[in-house]
């Protein structure tokens, strides 16, 4: 066993962090250290700090006070990790969206059975392809005022990782909290954003928009990956081809139903579904001939 893959393996982080100060390899040596504090325990942080602030290169330096930021974050320690942040070099946007995360997961439940928003769900006939769910969740309806205050209290985070709060950051600081928000819901609906301040209702907006994005994205690689069908081996593409050569046909609802996305039809939805297919429509190779075709 080499002795990166020795580091990995132990449960010991002092133990790893021994067995990566062996590697001869300069830039694997601190590759190993940085990897230690992946899952470093809460009472060695403290060694493991001084063992990220002796790392002399990136990406190596800024993964590991990254690693150690998450940790913290992990554990509701938002100053802490943001100082970490700090630390992280070229990586300090990414390290402070990944804590904002966090932060929205603990305040919203999102991720958990009964989460505290308690924004609802869609089930059953979507699964069949048969109809469109009708609930439509309002975030009013839910704790999100309370959730929303504590979010924005806790924005000095930004300061503290040495990122100036423009309107800009704000703005992606607002689009992930309702992503996270609303990444438990089964229907994607425009009307949940219904009735919150101007502001972070344009930002609910825009995370729906995402979310759709990422669903059909999902969708369409489950769709390029090899498939059987009647015993034989066919390969994905084709049933992405399929697809892409009746889109022309289908109405926007029936795409995301052969999709198994839910989401209420609206029009900036509907455009978000064509610009996600589009793109891999337009990529996919000619046909193959068949033997005897012209």
Same mark, same amino acid.
């Given at each position: 066993m080499d002795?990166?893959?020795?580091a990995?393996?132990?449960?010991?982080?002092s133990?790893?962090l021994? =067995?990566?100060?062996e590697?001869?390899?300069?830039?694997?040596r601190?590759?190993c250290v940085a990897? =230690?504090?992946?899952?470093?325990?809460e009472?060695?942080?403290?060694?493991m700090?001084?063992?990220?602030?002796?790392?002399?290169?990136?990406?190596?330096?800024?993964e590991?006070?990254?690693?150690l930021?998450?940790?913290?974050?992990?554990?509701?320690?938002?100053?802490q990790?943001?100082?970490?942040c700090?630390r992280t070099?070229?990586?300090?946007?990414?390290?402070?969206?990944?804590?904002f995360a966090?932060?929205?997961?603990?305040l =919203?439940?999102?991720g958990q059975d009964?989460?505290?928003?308690?924004?609802?769900?869609?089930?059953g006939?979507?699964?069949?392809?048969?109809?469109?769910?009708?609930d439509?969740?309002?975030?009013?309806?839910?704790?999100?005022?309370?959730a929303?205050s504590?979010?924005?209290?806790?924005?000095?985070?930004?300061?503290?990782?040495?990122?100036p709060l423009d309107d800009?950051?704000?703005?992606?600081?607002?689009?992930q909290?309702?992503?996270?928000a609303m990444?438990?819901?089964?229907?994607?609906?425009?009307?949940?954003c219904?009735?919150?301040?101007?502001d972070?209702h344009a930002r609910?907006?825009?995370?729906?928009?995402?979310?759709?994005?990422?669903?059909?994205a999902?969708?369409l690689?489950?769709?390029?990956?090899p498939?059987?069908?009647?015993?034989?081996?066919?390969?994905?593409p084709?049933?992405?081809r399929?697809?892409?050569?009746?889109?022309?046909?289908?109405s926007?609802p029936?795409?995301a139903?052969?999709?198994?996305?839910?989401y209420?039809?609206?029009?900036?939805?509907?455009?978000?579904?064509?610009?996600s297919l589009a793109?891999r429509c337009?990529?996919?190779?000619?046909?193959?001939r068949?033997?005897?075709?012209?």
């Amino acid at each position: 066993m080499d002795l990166f893959s020795a580091a990995a393996r132990t449960t010991s982080p002092s133990q790893a962090l021994a =067995t990566c100060q062996e590697i001869q390899h300069p830039d694997t040596r601190e590759w190993c250290v940085a990897d =230690t504090a992946r899952m470093c325990p809460e009472d060695f942080r403290a060694q493991m700090e001084t063992a990220c602030a002796e790392l002399e290169t990136q990406p190596w330096r800024g993964e590991c006070f990254f690693y150690l930021a998450e940790g913290l974050g992990r554990d509701g320690q938002y100053e802490q990790a943001a100082q970490q942040c700090s630390r992280t070099g070229p990586y300090r946007s990414g390290c402070l969206m990944h804590l904002f995360a966090s932060l929205a997961r603990d305040l =919203t439940g999102a991720g958990q059975d009964g989460a505290a928003l308690n924004m609802g769900t869609s089930q059953g006939a979507w699964e069949g392809g048969e109809t469109i769910p009708q609930d439509k969740p309002s975030l009013l309806e839910s704790s999100i005022q309370e959730a929303t205050s504590a979010y924005r209290e806790r924005f000095h985070l930004a300061d503290l990782a040495g990122l100036p709060l423009d309107d800009r950051l704000a703005r992606r600081i607002w689009t992930q909290f309702f992503q996270v928000a609303m990444e438990d819901l089964d229907l994607l609906s425009m009307e949940t954003c219904d009735g919150l301040p101007r502001d972070q209702h344009a930002r609910c907006r825009t995370a729906l928009r995402i979310l759709l994005r990422q669903r059909v994205a999902a969708s369409l690689r489950s769709l390029a990956e090899p498939t059987s069908r009647g015993g034989k081996h066919r390969k994905g593409p084709e049933s992405l081809r399929e697809l892409c050569s009746r889109s022309q046909y289908l109405s926007t609802p029936e795409l995301a139903m052969a999709l198994g996305v839910a989401y209420q039809p609206e029009p900036s939805l509907d455009k978000t579904l064509m610009d996600s297919l589009a793109p891999r429509c337009s990529a996919l190779p000619a046909p193959s001939r068949q033997r005897g075709e012209r």
